[in-house]
């Protein structure tokens, strides 16, 4: 019969030769180590086992009985000990290996908390910090960022609760150091006047010294460029970093620090487009506005001649509301919630608006309109008004003050086309080529160059397009072409000059 106890002495001698002779993980030679302390632990329990029988005969089955279980509680306390297991792995790394670091894990584990993806992931800075803390099985840290005026902020912390921190954390000196040395700081040792360097000491923050759980500061530098720090708490099993935790941790610090600094460049991006849709937007209005102030000021300089002219003071009533109401249009167009959404393409009369914007201009120069019949086109009534006032503001600047600018709608049958003909100075074929359309460029003096750019854009984006034809010292033709939304609803019709 096989001896009670030569279970547990074959484990152990299993769990030697595996150590001894095969290339292990620390992940297996840390079970392998509590396979063999378990084996040992079962066979000096058989072993007292027996001898409680031998000395106590048949009577000592009660107090095996006691004895096996109080030693199987023990045993569960012992390993289910976070405390134990992690003294258990610092011997296994000291002594059973040349490298404290499994690094391929190490690495692995770093990556996969810091890159997690999905909406239920933590925050980027609450990532960085535990993945910075697993390396060194700190129970919690603390993420500091540099500010560019200097010294710490507190931005996030991970399972660190109980720690003091003020939320501008001070540091100016301490993060000059850190950026020019890129150095790892223990914590214990400045506590320790007889141990601790002098210069270092000086630098750091009194509420982090006073901490006792507070263990070592890991600097985050991206091109020679502090991000910011993590402070760690201080492990289950306290031990002095070696030249191997501060090579690891600098390396992850780095890493972490590349994650900030893309961070933090999306965010910068992120900004710089919403201030260029803002400029882009602002470029658009301010030449909205000058045309407005041309109009305004046509009707100051005619309100001195005819302000006595009851027609004259109707029309003028009617543009100062036109203008106003335009004003606000543009002021809420500025606003950052405005999102630019237009209404959806729709059925529109092409020769009601065209009669429109001819007859917002007849204070300011001569428009003459031309339509056969009334031909619909699909179009958004704002945007095609905007479109043609761009439009026939640069016609009108363009031509003499005797020259009419003429809007003519023509029915192509499966497209409308809206002509905006002046006979002003016209333009080069280099000029339409290469600047017409792009913004910023104009042949005006005081032009923004932007009114051709946005009325392109804007018919553009209803599905249309924009053509022109121009030569120098003959005048231009630009034709707004959009899809036709079926026939003509009335007979056909010529429009007097407005």
Request: charged residues 20%.
């Amino acid at each position: 019969m096989i001896a009670t106890w030569s279970i547990p002495l074959a484990a152990i001698l299993f769990a030697a030769v595996a150590i001894l002779y095969m290339r292990l993980s620390r992940a297996f030679a840390f079970q392998m180590l509590l396979l063999f302390a378990l084996g040992g632990y079962i066979l000096l329990v058989s072993l007292i086992n027996n001898a409680l029988g031998d000395l106590l005969g048949p009577s000592a089955w009660l107090i095996q009985f006691g004895f096996i279980a109080g030693a199987t509680v023990a045993a569960l306390v012992m390993l289910l000990s976070r405390a134990n297991r992690a003294a258990i792995k610092v011997q296994v790394a000291k002594h059973l290996f040349a490298h404290r670091y499994e690094y391929r894990d190490e690495w692995m584990r770093f990556t996969g908390t810091i890159g997690r993806p999905g909406d239920d992931a933590a925050p980027l800075d609450v990532r960085i910090v535990k993945a910075v803390a697993d390396i060194t099985e700190s129970p919690g840290g603390l993420l500091l960022i540099a500010l560019e005026s200097g010294g710490f902020s507190v931005d996030a912390r991970w399972n660190w609760p109980t720690l003091d921190a003020p939320a501008h954390a001070g540091g100016e000196a301490l993060a000059r150091h850190l950026q020019a040395s890129g150095r790892i700081i223990e914590l214990a040792p400045l506590r320790d006047t007889g141990t601790a360097r002098d210069d270092e000491a000086a630098l750091v923050p009194e509420w982090m010294t006073g901490a006792a759980e507070a263990w070592a500061l890991v600097p985050l530098v991206h091109y020679d460029r502090l991000q910011g720090a993590v402070l760690l708490a201080r492990p289950m099993i306290d031990r002095k970093l070696d030249w191997e935790d501060f090579d690891l941790l600098r390396v992850v610090g780095r890493q972490a620090a590349s994650y900030l600094a893309e961070a933090n460049g999306q965010e910068a991006l992120s900004d710089a487009r919403r201030f260029d849709e803002f400029n882009r937007r602002f470029a658009f209005i301010m030449h909205d506005i000058k045309n407005l102030v041309s109009q305004l000021s046509l009707v100051a300089r005619n309100a001195e001649r005819h302000a006595d002219n009851p027609e004259f003071r109707a029309d003028m009533v009617a543009t100062l509301q036109s203008s106003v109401g335009k004003m606000n249009d543009l002021l809420a167009r500025l606003s950052q919630h405005n999102k630019g959404k237009h209404e959806d393409p729709r059925s529109v009369s092409a020769t009601r608006l065209v009669e429109s914007v001819a007859a917002s201009r007849k204070g300011q120069h001569p428009v003459v309109s031309m339509v056969t019949g009334d031909p619909v086109l699909m179009a958004e009534p704002v945007r095609l008004d905007q479109a043609l006032g761009h439009l026939v503001q640069n016609a009108i600047d363009a031509s003499p003050a005797n020259e009419p600018v003429v809007l003519k709608v023509i029915d192509r049958g499966s497209e409308i086309a809206i002509e905006v003909r002046d006979k002003g100075v016209g333009m080069s074929r280099d000029f339409i080529r290469t600047k017409l359309f792009k913004p910023f460029a104009s042949t005006k003096n005081d032009g923004f160059g932007v009114g051709a750019y946005e009325a392109r854009s804007l018919v553009m984006a209803m599905g249309g397009r924009v053509e022109v034809d121009s030569d120098e010292g003959m005048g231009s033709v630009f034709t707004v072409i959009l899809p036709a939304a079926g026939l003509s609803l009335h007979p056909e019709k010529q429009l007097e000059p407005q």
